[in-house]
């Protein structure tokens, strides 16, 4: 008698098995036939076949087959696993989607969804919606799943997330979180958990924060532990924030009010979730201190790692430790090549909200245990740190929670990445050469440096012995900006320098030919240059090894602040940097370009303008405006360029306010100025300054406040607050930015900070109302997204240029809305806040304005 096995089990115990059952079946010779489903020998193996009946008692025996007995054949092409992939393909190339219903039991039905994946993704989650054979929970983990392995928009997987109900999405939300490993990895390596899952259920607008709040509520008094109960206090928190703003009618102000509202509930939900799994050691109040600060600072690119971190805070004894961060950050830091981008693209490195919370508890709480961090993960180096820790606590004494929280944070955040970078060392490293630069990083003023000095460090603790000697000799002359700046050539050994490279170019810049280089290497502003110009040389990979050591040999040899500007942007630009030397009427060999600016300048430049040249290297972000002239001339609209090189010229020979007040080629200005002819002067002429009481509202200590025409103002505000208008954003909103910066009848009002930069913004333009009388219009704040912030200042400048003055209506609150207009102006493009969106030049109608009545 032959005897087929599958996995232990012969064809006759098979046909035993399946005569247990009351239900029908029949056997004989080579198969099994059980309600229409067929066990059968198939060159040798036995395999499940085609199904011919769909019962509930077929469906009985199949899960007592493949449930009871899950070792079946699960080795073989004949196994459980094969049998169900089959039952499946057949079932959808027959029934297509209609198999999904047609499954006989759920681990076929899964592999028939699975197959209707593949084919139609999209197609599938929506039929899974539509119809009900499937629980909520069901179709919630069959969504994820494949949002991960078929790439479902987001938009899509967020539309029908809001349509299963949010205790099960949070319930999910929890089991994701208590199934992260605890080893240290970065947050880009996961599957994302994502924050939506904790969205609120769509509600009509006028019951929006009522019965949100009422379900957030439930769902943590449901919770029933000492974490949910003490984010209720969070909860009312939020209410006192939006309740007082819902009109008579139940509806917030703005859409904007209403996302923040969304996002804070969301937010306190995804954090909750992420610190559930909390263990018995764990600090409850200390857990809470973290997500009430995170909640409202950190943004939605942060939050991933933030909320991995706290969820392995949450298992820790007093929720306070770092070797979990120092850890990750030890495996980013083993291979740092190029750190600046990797600062910017993983937020585990740039964000202190993630790690560095340091809320509930004073301050010598959180360096004690820090200090036990250090005796375990870099205990070699103990010495070095430890004695940084003290010296860190003694600068930080005189600082004050929460005044100096940001303060005392980023202290903290850079330690831990010394720390970090340190235990990625693969040699002990001599504990004198090492203190030289942890003191020198820890007492460096500028911030943007950072993700740089550390990158080199970690460089140098990865490095040869002969040069860790090198670059700590004892006697560099120069101070700390000499002691690092060789950091960043470490970067290319041992591909491009050798150690004999290294010792050349230290002994360069050290040698008294070199004392020029020198004193410009203690300029900061050239310090930082040095930094982010090599960097660049690293990520390019246009320079063969020789041209890469002679450039930075002559560098060393006659540094200047010029030579390094022009280096970075030919590294960062490539090709299109000389698309901007022919658009700017220069030219240059183009062999060899690197070196010779390296020895020559900007005098390697034929038909230079050292007007401009000057001017450029001034401004701060001066790389933007040749990135912005390229991708401009890449769009093809000569206006647009034809305006940038008005734009240069003209800032450059200090004539930009009477070209860009031209009524030449501007009908808007034409009209303007038959009406309102002192309006020719600019904006600058006709007002003088803003009131005591407008700047004490809208100030913070060092601020200033501005209604500014300043070219590189206008320029660059996109990039500093954040909106659609960056130089470097996509051309389409882009090619509007010379609307702002070379049309008249254009103005920002600017708060910046006491170094200068725009913190907020908000345009006012010269306007026509119903009448076709000169009025002013505000257009929304950014970042902010506020139709008012600026009202105050608004105001001032309407009442010095005796003007009348519109802002957005809101009609929620039934104001009437009334209309302004603006002719065609200079440029081709328009960009309008009001609309969001960029126009051709063309007569514009903003309506739904309101005339402004204090």
């Excluded at 206008?714 to 609307?739: H, K, N």
């Excluded at 900070?753 to 505000?778: E, M, Q, T, W, Y």
Aim: charged share 25%; aromatic share 8%.
């Amino acid at each position: 008698m032959n005897f087929y096995r599958l996995n232990g089990l012969t064809l006759q115990q098979l046909h035993a098995l399946i005569m247990e059952s009351s239900i029908g079946f029949s056997a004989g010779g080579d198969s099994v036939q059980y309600l229409g489903w067929q066990v059968q020998l198939h060159d040798g193996i036995t395999l499940l076949s085609e199904q011919t009946l769909n019962t509930d008692g077929s469906k009985q025996l199949f899960e007592r087959l493949v449930n009871l007995h899950p070792d079946l054949v699960n080795q073989l092409p004949g196994s459980k696993v094969e049998a169900i992939k089959r039952a499946a393909s057949n079932l959808v190339e027959k029934f297509h989607d209609g198999a999904i219903e047609k499954s006989p039991t759920k681990e076929v039905q899964r592999a028939v969804i699975n197959e209707c994946m593949r084919l139609d993704a999209s197609k599938t989650v929506k039929k899974l919606f539509e119809k009900k054979f499937l629980s909520a929970a069901e179709k919630l983990r069959i969504m994820l799943a494949a949002k991960e392995k078929f790439e479902l928009p987001a938009e899509m997987v967020a539309r029908y997330l809001e349509r299963i109900p949010l205790s099960i999405r949070l319930e999910e939300a929890k089991n994701l979180f208590q199934r992260l490993p605890d080893k240290p990895s970065l947050a880009r390596e996961d599957n994302e958990i994502n924050e939506k899952l904790t969205a609120l259920n769509p509600v009509e607008d006028d019951k929006l924060v009522k019965d949100g709040l009422l379900q957030i509520r439930q769902i943590l008094e449901s919770e029933n532990n000492e974490l949910s109960r003490q984010l209720l206090s969070e909860v009312d928190n939020i209410e006192k924030e939006f309740l007082p703003r819902v009109d008579a009618d139940g509806y917030l102000p703005s859409i904007f009010v209403d996302d923040d509202f969304k996002f804070y509930t969301r937010r306190l939900l995804y954090l909750y979730a992420a610190c559930s799994g909390f263990s018995k050691e764990a600090d409850i109040t200390e857990l809470t201190s973290y997500i009430r600060s995170v909640l409202y600072t950190a943004d939605s690119n942060s939050i991933w790692h933030i909320a991995k971190e706290l969820a392995y805070l949450s298992k820790q004894p007093d929720s306070i430790d770092y070797h979990h961060y120092i850890d990750t950050v030890a495996n980013i830091l083993k291979a740092p090549a190029p750190v600046a981008l990797q600062f910017e693209e993983l937020k585990q490195l740039s964000d202190i909200n993630g790690f560095v919370l340091l809320e509930g508890k004073p301050l010598a709480s959180y360096l004690r245990v820090l200090r036990t961090n250090i005796d375990k993960t870099t205990p070699d180096y103990s010495q070095v740190l430890l004695r940084a820790v003290d010296d860190l606590e003694s600068r930080l004494a005189a600082l004050s929670l929460p005044e100096g929280k940001p303060d005392i944070k980023a202290k903290v955040h850079r330690l831990l990445m010394i720390i970090a970078a340190c235990k990625s060392s693969k040699e002990i490293m001599a504990a004198s050469v090492l203190d030289h630069f942890v003191r020198a990083i820890m007492k460096h003023g500028n911030k943007k440096n950072i993700p740089y000095l550390i990158g080199g460090l970690a460089r140098l603790v990865q490095s040869t012995p002969k040069i860790r000697q090198i670059l700590g000799e004892p006697g560099i002359k120069g101070g700390d900006h000499l002691r690092m700046a060789p950091l960043q050539w470490l970067a290319f050994v041992p591909d491009i320098l050798s150690e004999d490279d290294i010792e050349e170019l230290c002994e360069s810049l050290q040698a008294p030919s070199a004392s020029r280089s020198r004193r410009q290497m203690k300029d900061g502003k050239v310090f930082h240059q040095w930094l982010v110009t090599l960097e660049r040389l690293l990520a390019s990979n246009d320079m063969n090894k020789a041209m890469v050591i002679q450039t930075l040999k002559k560098l060393t040899q006659s540094l200047t602040y010029e030579k390094l500007g022009l280096l970075y942007m030919i590294f960062n630009m490539g090709d299109r940097f000389n698309q901007f030397l022919d658009s700017m009427g220069l030219s240059c060999q183009k062999e060899g370009l690197p070196l010779l600016i390296a020895e020559k300048g900007a005098d390697a430049l034929v038909g230079k303008s050292k007007e401009v040249s000057q001017w450029l290297w001034k401004q701060r972000h001066y790389h933007l405006l040749p990135f912005y002239m390229a991708a401009m001339e890449e769009y093809g609209n000569r206006e647009v360029t034809d305006l940038i090189h008005q734009f240069i010229e003209a800032s450059a020979s200090n004539t930009f306010t009477v070209r860009r007040q031209s009524p030449l080629n501007n009908p808007h200005l034409q009209a303007v100025y038959r009406k309102y002819p002192q309006f020719k002067a600019g904006w600058g002429a006709n007002f003088s300054d803003f009131s005591v009481e407008t700047r004490n509202k809208l100030l913070s200590p060092g601020e200033t406040l501005r209604l500014t025409e300043d070219p590189w103002d206008l320029f660059i505000s996109g990039l500093e607050v954040r909106t659609c208008l960056t130089p470097d954003g996509a051309q389409d909103y882009s090619r509007g930015l010379m609307s702002y910066v070379m049309d008249g009848r254009n103005a920002m009002i600017v708060r910046k900070s006491a170094k200068g930069d725009i913190l907020s913004r908000s345009v006012i333009r010269l306007v026509f109302d119903r009448d076709d009388r000169p009025a002013l219009f505000l257009e929304k704040a950014y970042p902010d997204k506020s139709d008012l912030l600026f009202i105050d200042a608004a105001r001032d400048i309407a009442d010095e240029m005796e003007l009348p003055l519109y802002h957005r209506a809101d009609p929620k609150k039934g104001e009437t809305g009334e209309e302004v207009k603006l002719l065609e102006g200079r440029a081709p493009f328009d960009y309008f806040d009001a609309f969001m969106v960029s126009k051709e030049r063309q007569e514009v109608t903003i309506t739904n304005v309101q005339y402004d009545v204090r």
